[in-house]
């Protein structure tokens, strides 16, 4: 089994720089966010292919998201098995994918994703 790594990137958010990459697996699309100079990831999530339909984690708009959210509730060091396990944070992110006209579309996702 192949695994493929996006490259690295950066991204600014409250004035902190931090680094983010996307790991390609056969089962599933891992995202790794570091702090600038840190070795460890602050965030690792796991989304399956299915999500990854709906859910581009390898936008910087997400990517920023995502961090905001982690800061935001105080928490240290996390790793996420499921994207579908942080509800918050997964409601969050179809707020941004799908617009108000999109409803039928995300009724379609949730569906497909749920079975």
Known sequence: MRRWWKKSRKIVVDETVYRYS???CPEYRTL?????YEKQPMICLRQSWTEAWGIDL?????????IGWHE????GPQNIPSLQ??????????????????AEQRAWFLERIRS
């Open 72 to 75: 935001g509730s105080g928490r």
């Open 58 to 66: 390898f936008r910087p708009k997400m990517v920023a998201y995502i």
């Open 32 to 36: 790794r966010i570091y702090r600038e």
């Open 85 to 102: 396990e942080e509800s918050t944070l997964f409601q969050g992110l179809m707020d941004i994918c799908f617009s108000p006209e999109e």
């Open 22 to 24: 996307l790991l390609d």
